[in-house]
């Protein structure tokens, strides 16, 4: 098993599922019983009201990633499963976080803030909430930056994304 | 129409001619409509049991089974013979009560959330929301049930749905599934090099799972494995799939198989699995080897394929006989005869012991069920139930010709015999020149006894085989296999239940026999009876399963 775990990396899948009531449940008990990890889950509605768009983050090697798929289409109520890979993705997280900030760290704060075009969305005598949108690196990158100056409290919402380019994921091509 | 009668209505258009159920309040609409149902209904008498009824129906007849449940305590009842059906791909439809919509959530009375309960071990799910949505909800369920890798299905109806009224009625709803079409024909190229690599092998073998029963291609196995002269084992779901007087049958491979199967699957360098899931049990200890050899997989599952075994050579997803067709098209024009030979020396190696215990005067399992295999129909079903009355039925009754071997594989259910049985019986019609025999100890007679009365009343023709040790047999020979003599716990049922009384309290003829002799002299005798018999074997507590 030793070398499965080295082999292990974070994967990101756009899943489109059925609009019914107790498919999130069904994603969530799927991965919590078959001991996958998940990273982050985020849930949205898209063009079509019957379907939603689910994107996981999961960590796994290639064999359980591929059991992930499997598995997840076993469930009726996915339609489809799509691995947003690196480089033919775009891949985003939206993270505030609650600094705390005086007069003296204010403008260091601003200054490394406007490097990573993250915004401020909140002032307050003695704290920031600071607003960043990006791939995973640039976060934890901001992330390490910030930290020295004391992080109160933040929220990631974990990634989402589509695939570049033309292509898209096509439900409707499923039904024939 | 009322929602209820709606129900029933669909369920009948399904070909559902009996279902299993208990009532409860929120059953009442259900049960008023049942009253002028052509639907025959019979009341188990533990909802424990309602599952296995539908599986034993779906396994005899090859339609889908039904059971019904009330909400709350009826439903939850139902949790363990709905996993013992998805564990064993078993397709039936799970109908329960469930409390008026705007009580569900606020802890009412008999409420439980039963589609959360069940969803880790069903197929698919139902709360139906609306009355118009049953005749949609129905046609989906049996389609799912009955269609890809089979399995069961839950519908929860909340009472008030039931007694809605519908003004237009369409049965003929069309299904809105466009996340479920299974694969049913093989990747031509997947058997194109399944059909390469099976030529060059030296040693192939067939190793046989349920899948081969579910699909119905025991003949295509058959004719495939003799085209090509290509030996099979089979797992415990797969014993049936391959006629066990067959010279090229090499037994039934697992953790509790036959000595000289795994050793042949050990020797052979490509493995054919035909439906089946290489499960712990399956497949002993032959992970490592199974990792090494060719392996080609046919499964209707994909999730089945490099589940278990990490290293498959070749997948092909689709149906087993449908790929079996397939892979008859075309001749391989091999000659196996060296490794044939080898298989018959393993064979003569690794030979069957009948002998323990003979020294003192009870039956002996092993022999009663080889001579058994000699004194029964052809066309004989027998239901064995979880223990080492399983085991011993499964590895020493022939299954011949068109007899038929069922048991709760997957989950290994106990107490799935009895109801399972008189299932089959019930969708086979109850016919007196048929035999269905079912196989218990006496501690999973115990957990389905209640039973008895279904049987009883109905005049079931079935003969019940008891083997009574007055012990839980195979986890004292597990308690004995891993911490020694004498470490045995929690085993010892400990008390000599009269059982011929309980017999006798439902009416039910019953013979007692102490030795094989008598024990095959009373099979002789209860078969000839039309009508539920109970044959109580003793045997010794030492007896173990190999």
Not at chain 1, 117 to 146: C, H, Q, T, Y
Not at chain 2, 318 to 337: E, F, R
């Amino acid at each position: 098993m030793e070398h499965l775990v080295n082999n292990e990396e974070t994967r990101c899948f756009s899943v489109l599922v059925m609009n019914n009531a107790g498919v999130l449940s069904r994603i969530a008990g799927l991965f919590a019983r078959r001991g996958y990890n998940i990273d982050a889950l985020t849930v949205g509605p898209t063009e079509d009201d019957s379907v939603s768009r689910i994107t996981i983050t999961v960590k796994g090697d290639d064999q359980i990633i591929e059991q992930i798929q499997k598995q997840l289409y076993k469930l009726i109520d996915v339609i489809k499963v799509v691995e947003l890979e690196k480089g033919k993705s775009i891949r985003r997280e939206l993270v505030y976080i609650k600094v705390k900030a005086d007069n003296k760290s204010r403008a260091n704060i601003v200054e490394i803030c406007n490097l990573f075009r993250a915004k401020i969305v909140d002032v307050a005598p003695k704290s920031l909430v600071l607003e960043i949108v990006g791939p995973r690196s640039k976060v934890d990158a901001f992330f390490n930056m910030i930290k020295p100056f004391g992080i109160i409290e933040f929220v990631r919402s974990g990634e989402t994304g589509l695939q570049r380019g033309l292509e898209a994921i096509n439900f409707s091509n499923q039904i024939e | 129409m009322l929602a209820s009668k709606l129900l029933l209505n669909c369920l009948a258009n399904h070909d559902v001619d009996t279902i299993f159920g208990y009532p409860g309040g929120a059953l009442l609409p259900i049960y008023e409509s049942l009253r002028d149902s052509k639907i025959k209904h019979v009341l188990v008498r533990n909802e424990q049991a309602a599952p296995h009824y539908a599986s034993g129906y779906a396994r005899s007849s090859g339609k889908v089974g039904v059971c019904l449940a009330t909400s709350g305590p009826g439903a939850t009842n139902l949790v363990t013979g709905i996993a013992t059906a998805y564990l064993d791909s078993i397709p039936i439809i799970a109908i329960t009560g469930q409390v008026n919509r705007d009580l569900i959530g606020s802890d009412a009375f008999q409420e439980a959330d039963i589609t959360g309960a069940t969803e880790p071990f069903v197929k698919h799910s139902y709360l139906v929301k609306k009355a118009e949505d049953i005749p949609r909800i129905i046609n989906e369920a049996f389609h799912i049930a009955s269609t890809g890798r089979p399995g069961p299905v839950l519908i929860d109806i909340p009472r008030d749905v039931q007694e809605e009224t519908i003004k237009k009625v369409n049965y003929k709803e069309k299904t809105n599934l466009p996340g479920y079409k299974p694969t049913i024909v093989g990747h031509t190229g997947q058997i194109r090099r399944a059909l390469r690599k099976i030529k060059q092998s030296k040693k192939p073998l067939i190793y046989a799972g349920g899948g081969v029963k579910l699909s119905n291609a025991e003949k295509e196995l058959l004719e495939f494995a003799e085209k090509n002269g290509i030996p099979v084992i089979t797992t415990l779901m797969g014993i049936g799939s391959f006629p066990e007087e067959h010279p090229l049958f090499c037994g039934v491979a697992g953790s509790h198989g036959f000595e000289h199967s795994n050793r042949i699957l050990n020797e052979a360098d490509l493995c054919i699995c035909i439906g089946a899931r290489m499960s712990d049990r399956g497949i002993f200890n032959l992970q490592h080897h199974l990792n090494n050899v060719d392996l080609i997989h046919i499964d209707i599952d994909p999730a089945e394929i490099s589940k278990n075994i990490n290293q498959t050579e070749i997948p092909i997803v689709g149906d087993a006989k449908t790929i079996l067709l397939s892979l008859l098209s075309q001749k391989i024009n091999n000659n196996y005869s060296a490794w044939l030979k080898r298989i018959e020396e393993i064979k003569e190696e690794y030979p069957l012991i009948f002998s323990e215990c003979l020294e003192n005067n009870k039956v002996n399992p092993k022999i009663f069920f080889k001579e058994l295999s000699k004194i029964t129909d052809n066309d004989a079903t027998i239901i064995a139930d979880v223990g080492l009355n399983q085991i011993w039925s499964a590895l020493y009754y022939d299954i011949i010709k068109d007899r038929r071997y069922f048991t709760s594989g997957g989950l290994g259910t106990m107490g799935y015999s009895i109801p399972a049985t008189a299932g089959a019986v019930i969708a086979a019609g109850n016919p007196a020149d048929k035999q269905f025999f079912t196989v218990c100890g006496d501690g999973s007679f115990q957990m389905s006894m209640a039973e008895l009365a279904i049987i009883a009343q109905n005049n079931l023709n079935m003969n019940i085989i008891l083997f009574n040790n007055t012990k839980l047999g195979m986890v004292r020979q597990l308690q004995h296999d891993t911490y020694g003599k004498d470490h045995y716990s929690g085993t010892d049922l400990n008390f000599d239940l009269d059982f011929s009384k309980i017999a006798e309290a439902y009416g039910i003829t019953s013979f007692e026999a102490n030795t094989t002799e008598e024990a095959l002299d009373a099979v002789k005798e209860a078969i000839k009876i039309n009508g539920p018999t109970l044959i109580q074997l003793h045997v010794d507590e030492d007896f173990i399963r190999i």
